[in-house]
């Protein structure tokens, strides 16, 4: 894109920041406004990054700055019916479902009085609790890609999750992003907050999905704050249509001797950006990152994650793993920072990869900053394709070289899945994985 | 059941079989004895169908059907086995599904319903003590860390449950100590029947003490250069390898 018309698509932003703040009404007197207010300053000062600036190396934004998204949906949520094929069935569970970006009560299950558990949607904590949230925001590390800087000018809607201290949630939260089509192309600014007591547990899954294949554009952040000896389950699903852009970032910040277990899938989109930042603030913390990613057609999907070892003792594992085919493309970048005083750190990280086609393609980039001494830090990355040795064996018993060759996929990708702790979260992405590999 | 008529196969352009002759009939059991390097392992493969060796001349019939025209999983489906010499250690596969998945390949392939879990589990079971194979194997991804022993014994039991018509056994001495190898020879003597055959591909007479051949074959240099009854076996045992080349090379 020409410098002209990337600042075209600033004052897009800039045009549609103004009918939001006019749909505002009352909103905009609060403090939070100002936060908002403040964000759309920073962005209008800063571009959008292009292939020169390092962390945009091998990811163009020029498919996704070529449309307008507008920021209203006039679709009212979706009939109980459309909703129910995302759902998680005979697992009892908590949900928040959102339309285009709107919460839609009808679809949501929310805990009752006495849950240990308490689930609001932000448009409702904005009104009753925005000190809060200010408080929250301000405690997160501080972003500067315009991104999140147009995420938090739009803050409006999503999830506020909150663990008291001690308390073991009973059901997994499983929080739904549908996209349903509009007159005009869409983008969406969720917000997920997570706060989770010391010494709580909770698994928490967020789901996006599209129910056509329609272009939208969804621009989510997430951040969660982890209690000491907390343990909290995280997974981020992406099956959006493959016509869609999702930019992500989620903020990870953990106390003393916390456990984080994440888990990304990428099944969908036209160019994915997921990205985490996980910052291990106190001793004896343990975090595990693991992601798989599946492209076909012209995919792009890029995944990224900044560990960020500021205390000793700190162990984190990180498995990604890329399955690639048709014409995309993957990117992945893992980052680990070892600071000085981060003595006893053990990291780990791999990325593997798997290529279906020829014409498929991935950049993968380890990078280790390690400041202290005492510490073990290992990395590895794979690019592949199916091992023919093994392709031969299968076929060698009967099946033939399709099954064979979905079967060795398939198990390929079966690592990563069979982590997932959610018994209907790993079964309906089972199902997907099948389906995909079915071509 | 199985004609190979002046079979010639070659890798990357190096010819490794220069005109093979066998015929196996039905309930026979066949060795193939040779030097390394002599052609046996290629042989093996090509029959299974290795997409790496290419056959430039010749013939193969398996009950009078080309069997260079299938893919591998057709000259399976047709009851074809090759037990590997090195099993492929596949993670993320486990071993049981893999099987059912093979078995219930085959079946569909001779239009026979796919046996269920319970029936499955039942002929597993029963196909296991053939091999003496510990269960909890069968819980792992197909060989992976396997012992040596393990491998080899998975191979006759994924065997002795597809039940193959012909049954190609590359090296499976190899690397087995005495007891498994008494204890894999007793899987396979087990299987043999007058219905199916064995060609058995091995470098020592040891195997052949326990599963005793009809005919004995000496391939050196991708050629058949003698063959015999079972007293072959211990007469290249005797004399070596180089007597068989000195006899080959002897103007007839």
């Given at each position: 894109?020409?410098?002209?018309?990337?600042?075209?698509?600033?004052?897009?932003?800039?045009?549609?920041?103004?009918?939001?703040?006019?749909?505002?009404?009352?909103?905009?007197?609060?403090?939070?406004?100002?936060?908002?207010?403040?964000?759309?300053?920073?962005?209008?000062?800063?571009?959008?990054?292009?292939?020169?600036?390092?962390?945009?190396?091998?990811?163009?934004?020029?498919?996704?700055?070529?449309?307008?998204?507008?920021?209203?949906?006039?679709?009212?949520?979706?009939?109980?019916?459309?909703?129910?094929?995302?759902?998680?069935?005979?697992?009892?569970?908590?949900?928040?479902?959102?339309?285009?970006?709107?919460?839609?009560?009808?679809?949501?299950?929310?805990?009752?009085?006495?849950?240990?558990?308490?689930?609001?949607?932000?448009?409702?904590v904005l009104e009753e609790d925005p000190q809060g949230i200010e408080d929250l925001l301000r405690s997160m590390p501080e972003a500067h890609d315009p991104f999140t800087l147009l995420n938090t000018a739009f803050l409006l809607e999503g999830?506020?999750?909150?663990?008291?201290?001690?308390?073991?949630?009973?059901?997994?939260?499983?929080?739904?992003?549908?996209?349903?089509?509009?007159?005009?192309?869409?983008?969406?600014?969720?917000?997920?907050?997570?706060?989770?007591?010391?010494?709580?547990?909770?698994?928490?899954?967020?789901?996006?999905?599209?129910?056509?294949?329609?272009?939208?554009?969804?621009?989510?952040?997430?951040?969660?704050?982890?209690?000491?000896?907390?343990?909290?389950?995280?997974?981020?699903?992406?099956?959006?249509?493959?016509?869609?852009?999702?930019?992500?970032?989620?903020?990870?910040?953990?106390?003393?001797?916390?456990?984080?277990?994440?888990?990304?899938?990428?099944?969908?989109?036209?160019?994915?950006?997921?990205?985490?930042?996980?910052?291990?603030?106190?001793?004896?913390?343990?975090?595990?990152?693991?992601?798989?990613?599946?492209?076909?057609?012209?995919?792009?999907?890029?995944?990224?994650?900044?560990?960020?070892?500021?205390?000793?003792?700190?162990?984190?594992?990180?498995?990604?793993?890329?399955?690639?085919?048709?014409?995309?493309?993957?990117?992945?970048?893992?980052?680990?920072?070892?600071?000085?005083?981060?003595?006893?750190?053990?990291?780990?990280?791999?990325?593997?990869?798997?290529?279906?086609?020829?014409?498929?393609?991935?950049?993968?980039?380890?990078?280790?900053?390690?400041?202290?001494?005492?510490?073990?830090?290992?990395?590895?990355?794979?690019?592949?394709?199916?091992?023919?040795?093994?392709?031969?064996?299968?076929?060698?018993?009967?099946?033939?070289?399709?099954?064979?060759?979905?079967?060795?996929?398939?198990?390929?990708?079966?690592?990563?899945?069979?982590?997932?702790?959610?018994?209907?979260?790993?079964?309906?992405?089972?199902?997907?994985?099948?389906?995909?590999?079915?071509? | 059941?199985?004609?190979?008529?002046?079979?010639?196969?070659?890798?990357?352009?190096?010819?490794?079989?220069?005109?093979?002759?066998?015929?196996?009939?039905?309930?026979?059991?066949?060795?193939?004895?040779?030097?390394?390097?002599?052609?046996?392992?290629?042989?093996?493969?090509?029959?299974?169908?290795?997409?790496?060796?290419?056959?430039?001349?010749?013939?193969?019939?398996?009950?009078?059907?080309?069997?260079?025209?299938?893919?591998?999983?057709?000259?399976?489906?047709?009851?074809?086995?090759?037990?590997?010499?090195?099993?492929?250690?596949?993670?993320?596969?486990?071993?049981?599904?893999?099987?059912?998945?093979?078995?219930?390949?085959?079946?569909?392939?001779?239009?026979?319903?796919?046996?269920?879990?319970?029936?499955?589990?039942?002929?597993?079971?029963?196909?296991?003590?053939?091999?003496?194979?510990?269960?909890?194997?069968?819980?792992?991804?197909?060989?992976?860390?396997?012992?040596?022993?393990?491998?080899?014994?998975?191979?006759?039991?994924?065997?002795?449950?597809?039940?193959?018509?012909?049954?190609?056994?590359d090296e499976t001495d190899s690397g087995l100590d005495i007891d498994a190898l008494r204890i894999v020879a007793r899987g396979v003597n087990t299987l043999r029947s007058a219905d199916n055959a064995i060609l058995v591909v091995t470098h020592?007479?040891?195997?052949?003490?326990?599963?005793?051949?009809?005919?004995?074959?000496?391939?050196?240099?991708?050629?058949?250069?003698?063959?015999?009854?079972?007293?072959?076996?211990?007469?290249?045992?005797?004399?070596?390898?180089?007597?068989?080349?000195?006899?080959?090379?002897?103007?007839?």
């Amino acid at each position: 894109m020409t410098p002209l018309e990337i600042a075209n698509r600033k004052a897009w932003y800039g045009s549609q920041f103004a009918a939001f703040e006019r749909n505002l009404n009352g909103g905009r007197a609060s403090s939070v406004h100002r936060t908002r207010r403040a964000s759309m300053e920073r962005f209008n000062g800063i571009d959008f990054p292009t292939a020169r600036s390092e962390d945009w190396k091998y990811t163009s934004l020029d498919p996704l700055l070529q449309h307008n998204f507008a920021g209203y949906s006039a679709v009212e949520g979706l009939a109980p019916a459309a909703v129910e094929p995302y759902v998680w069935e005979d697992t009892p569970h908590y949900r928040l479902t959102f339309v285009n970006g709107r919460h839609t009560a009808s679809s949501s299950r929310l805990p009752e009085g006495g849950a240990p558990i308490q689930i609001r949607t932000l448009g409702n904590v904005l009104e009753e609790d925005p000190q809060g949230i200010e408080d929250l925001l301000r405690s997160m590390p501080e972003a500067h890609d315009p991104f999140t800087l147009l995420n938090t000018a739009f803050l409006l809607e999503g999830a506020v999750i909150d663990v008291p201290d001690g308390m073991a949630v009973d059901k997994p939260v499983h929080l739904l992003f549908l996209s349903a089509p509009d007159e005009r192309a869409l983008v969406t600014y969720p917000r997920v907050i997570l706060r989770v007591g010391r010494e709580a547990r909770v698994s928490v899954s967020e789901h996006f999905a599209s129910v056509t294949p329609h272009v939208h554009f969804t621009n989510v952040v997430t951040q969660m704050a982890v209690g000491a000896d907390a343990v909290v389950h995280y997974h981020r699903i992406q099956d959006e249509n493959p016509n869609s852009f999702q930019i992500g970032l989620t903020q990870i910040v953990q106390a003393r001797r916390s456990r984080v277990h994440s888990t990304v899938v990428t099944l969908g989109g036209r160019l994915t950006r997921n990205f985490i930042h996980l910052v291990l603030a106190d001793e004896h913390i343990e975090s595990t990152l693991n992601g798989l990613y599946l492209t076909r057609g012209r995919q792009h999907a890029d995944h990224r994650t900044l560990i960020d070892h500021a205390k000793p003792h700190g162990t984190t594992h990180e498995l990604y793993k890329g399955i690639l085919d048709g014409h995309s493309t993957g990117v992945f970048n893992g980052k680990i920072i070892v600071r000085p005083d981060a003595q006893k750190t053990d990291a780990k990280q791999s990325n593997n990869n798997i290529l279906l086609s020829e014409d498929a393609t991935v950049n993968t980039r380890p990078q280790l900053e390690i400041f202290a001494d005492d510490v073990k830090c290992t990395h590895g990355a794979t690019v592949g394709r199916i091992d023919e040795d093994a392709l031969f064996y299968l076929q060698t018993r009967g099946l033939n070289a399709e099954a064979a060759r979905n079967l060795l996929t398939y198990a390929f990708a079966g690592e990563i899945l069979e982590r997932i702790q959610v018994p209907a979260l790993r079964e309906k992405l089972n199902a997907r994985l099948r389906d995909r590999l079915q071509h | 059941m199985l004609e190979i008529r002046n079979l010639h196969a070659s890798i990357d352009g190096h010819e490794i079989l220069s005109g093979i002759d066998l015929t196996v009939r039905r309930g026979e059991v066949h060795a193939i004895m040779g030097p390394n390097g002599s052609g046996k392992s290629t042989l093996a493969h090509v029959l299974a169908g290795r997409p790496e060796y290419v056959v430039s001349q010749g013939e193969v019939s398996f009950d009078g059907r080309n069997l260079l025209d299938m893919t591998p999983d057709v000259r399976a489906c047709e009851g074809v086995f090759l037990a590997f010499q090195y099993p492929v250690e596949i993670p993320g596969v486990n071993n049981t599904y893999f099987l059912k998945a093979a078995l219930n390949a085959i079946r569909k392939y001779h239009g026979e319903e796919e046996l269920d879990a319970m029936d499955f589990l039942q002929l597993v079971r029963e196909r296991m003590k053939l091999v003496e194979m510990d269960e909890e194997l069968l819980k792992r991804s197909v060989n992976e860390g396997f012992s040596g022993g393990e491998k080899k014994r998975n191979e006759i039991f994924q065997m002795a449950v597809l039940n193959p018509r012909l049954a190609i056994l590359d090296e499976t001495d190899s690397g087995l100590d005495i007891d498994a190898l008494r204890i894999v020879a007793r899987g396979v003597n087990t299987l043999r029947s007058a219905d199916n055959a064995i060609l058995v591909v091995t470098h020592y007479q040891r195997l052949l003490n326990h599963i005793i051949p009809d005919h004995v074959h000496v391939l050196v240099d991708g050629r058949i250069v003698k063959s015999g009854g079972k007293e072959l076996a211990l007469e290249l045992e005797e004399k070596g390898y180089d007597w068989t080349r000195e006899t080959a090379a002897a103007p007839v």
